[in-house]
């Protein structure tokens, strides 16, 4: 038995009721904390639950997935992930490959950065595609034409660009809003005029909204990290309303 498991957004307390009870009913459970920064703490899970969580690193997932499979064959395998368990594709892969082996599987839902970006205000039917925003080392200091081509879409559609932003994990460095915009203004799809929303800390007890333009915002401390971008679209009047209370600059 295989169980993909969401943690939410913000600790530990943020498991699900039933995520508890099935983490005390499982063999082993693992945990993996590398898509973004969580305010939990292990071993205050293991102090819940009553289970040693082992944590995973990415190439446990993404490249050495015949252990986990193996386990799960003869086990139940519990794995906890960030918000919710099939966010990431990776997470889909991992489903399919059970699958193929003839093994049991469960998912258990949880909140996730695409739920909670309605605390923006935002209507959520108005979001176009999502957009990672890459560390410019990593992309020789020019924007990818693919993430300048959604952009540009979901503008043409008056459709919000949700815009996750890069971490190096192993070094826990995050991005912050301002080198995120200064990314976005690499595009020349994007000005400093440009209206945008920053949202960090979902899910946590100090949740950050921030609007205005780019121009204003771009030189601002907005404190511990994780964020996200939202790129606006055409705003419904109720949208506006809602950010006004919320402008930053």
Known sequence: ????????????????????????????????????????????????TGKKIMQLKRPDLEENLEKILKEAKNQTISILILG????????????????????????????????????????????????????????????????????????GRDLHTLCLLDLISEKEKYMTPSEGMEVLLKSDDITQEDEIVIFGRAGSEEPLIAYGKIKNLIDKDFGNPPFVLIILGKLHFTEKEYLEYHRAD
């Open 84 to 155: 919710d368990p099939l966010v990431a594709t990776t997470h889909t892969a991992l489903l399919i490959e059970a699958k193929k082996l003839g093994i049991k599987t469960r998912v258990i839902h949880n909140a996730s950065i695409y739920s909670a970006a309605g605390e923006t205000g935002l209507h959520l039917y108005k979001f176009g595609a999502t957009v990672t925003i890459p560390f410019l080392e990593k992309m020789n200091n020019q924007f990818p034409e693919s993430l300048s081509k959604i952009i540009r879409d979901n503008k």
């Open 1 to 48: 038995m295989l169980n993909l498991m969401g943690l939410g957004l913000s600790d530990e307390k943020g498991l699900t009721l039933e995520g508890l009870e099935t983490l005390k009913k499982s063999d082993k459970v693992y945990i993996e904390l590398y898509t973004s920064k969580w305010f939990g703490s292990i071993e205050n899970l293991e102090k819940m």
